[in-house]
T-cell receptor, first 114, second 108 residues
Framework: EAEVAQSPRYKITEKSQAVAFWCDPISGHATLYWYRQILGQGPELLVQFQDESVVDDSQLPKDRFSAERLKGVDSTLKIQPAELGDSAMYLC????????????FGPGTRLLVL | QKEVEQNSGPLSVPEGAIASLNCTYSDRGSQSFFWYRQYSGKSPELIMFIYSNGDKEDGRFTAQLNKASQYVSLLIRDSQPSDSATYLCAVYTDKLIFGTGTRLQVFP
């Protein structure tokens, strides 16, 4: 069964350091999403890509966060510098071109900032 | 502000009982509704979706939608301890908006 891949699964870093997360969507899925989930809350959308283009990054803290999907396949989310409040689960999801509403999540990256 | 509201729980039910999970949403323009199951420390897993008013059944799961009341529910029949998880309601308008989830505990 096709799955969304993410790495690393866990990341511990110190504040002010840079971190990066990688996501490979389900093969053929044109739309890719990065979500952040704080403990006890639901996932919140950070950025949405359609192929290589950003569709929605209104909730991405652009002073420290950046995301790219250069070839329209895999994607990288970067935080620089990391802050204590960035500790959360970072989830990648993907959906097909004809059905953007139905989104499938990867295993997530759990980030702890010390 | 588009909102999706869920009771955080925990909802405790005995094994074999019916678990009923509820969700309300604020945006009347919402067209698609989803239920995700999330085990502790894991990512959300899509278990049901519903687009039209009424009931939709899939195995032990039934999703119910009432657009007039802006209400979505998930029924789990014959609940098992393995159903113990957090259930996230999500509503799609121009993007997917999640509730905070309801924690379900099924005890033997």
């Amino acid at each position: 069964e096709a799955e969304v891949a993410q790495s690393p699964r866990y990341k511990i870093t110190e504040k002010s350091q840079a971190v990066a997360f990688w996501c490979d969507p389900i093969s053929g899925h044109a739309t890719l999403y990065w979500y952040r989930q704080i403990l006890g809350q639901g996932p919140e959308l950070l950025v949405q890509f359609q192929d290589e283009s950003v569709v929605d990054d209104s909730q991405l803290p652009k002073d420290r966060f950046s995301a790219e999907r250069l070839k329209g396949v895999d994607s990288t989310l970067k935080i620089q510098p990391a802050e204590l409040g960035d500790s959360a689960m970072y989830l990648c999801a993907s959906s097909s071109r004809g059905d953007q509403e139905t989104q499938y999540f990867g295993p997530g990256t759990r980030l702890l900032v010390l | 502000q588009k909102e999706v509201e869920q009771n955080s729980g925990p909802l405790s039910v005995p094994e074999g009982a019916i678990a009923s999970l509820n969700c309300t949403y604020s945006d009347r323009g919402s067209q698609s509704f989803f239920w995700y199951r999330q085990y502790s420390g894991k990512s959300p897993e899509l278990i049901m979706f519903i687009y039209s008013n009424g009931d939709k059944e899939d195995g032990r799961f039934t999703a119910q939608l009432n657009k007039a009341s802006q209400y979505v529910s998930l029924l789990i029949r014959d609940s098992q301890p393995s159903d113990s998880a957090t259930y996230l309601c999500a509503v799609y308008t121009d993007k997917l908006i999640f509730g905070t989830g309801t924690r379900l505990q099924v005890f033997p």
